[in-house]
């Protein structure tokens, strides 16, 4: 199986408050953030991070890559440097890129942290799947709102838990569907 996500935050309170994270501390929340992921992902699932998974922990990046189930690929986010800083923490990837080009069935994917406007593949009905806006509906949502082929994997719009492509394409028309009717 391939599961998808991004901007965990894990171990960074201020992630509550910014995203209204429906937890009352840093420690709650990684409790759920790593229940929620290891209830769905096995040892041998892929799962491909979009960025920022562990940002201002008072622990060390390794403590909860350990725990994390399934084969790594991190797509770096601007606020990765715990994991990029540890020889330790980045042995838990199978890879760690800007940009990754994947294949899930039939779908072409070009993955990266930042939503872009235009991605490899845009012209052949490849999808994007990004991170780093979070649940955010500002400008950078409403220009990606317009492509119907770019996909956020933000936890906060996913359940905070890794989801599979089928899921990640229904839960970004849910939370469309939800801006629409404000």
């Not at 991070?49 to 622990?59: Q, T």
């Not at 390794?62 to 715990?82: I, T």
Request: proline share 3%.
């Amino acid at each position: 199986m391939i599961y998808y996500t991004a901007d965990l935050h894990l171990g960074h309170a201020n992630a509550i408050r910014f995203d209204k994270r429906p937890f009352s501390a840093w420690q709650e929340m990684d409790d759920a953030l790593i229940e929620n992921w290891n209830s769905r992902v096995k040892d041998t699932d892929l799962v491909y991070i979009g960025g920022d998974l562990i940002y201002k922990s008072e622990k060390p990046a390794e403590w909860y890559l350990e725990q994390l189930k399934g084969r790594k690929f991190l797509l770096v986010g601007n606020h990765d440097q715990a994991i990029l800083g540890s020889e330790k923490a980045r042995s838990y990837f199978e890879a760690i890129d800007k940009m990754r080009h994947i294949i899930d069935g039939k779908n072409q994917i070009c993955m990266c942290h930042f939503p872009l406007a235009e991605w490899n593949g845009y012209y052949r009905g490849h999808y994007h799947i990004y991170g780093h806006i979070h649940g955010d509906r500002g400008r950078t949502y409403e220009i990606m709102s317009r492509e119907p082929r770019a996909l956020n994997a933000g936890c906060m719009i996913n359940g905070y838990r890794p989801v599979t492509f089928e899921e990640l394409v229904e839960n970004n028309r849910v939370f469309q569907e939800k801006k629409e009717a404000l």
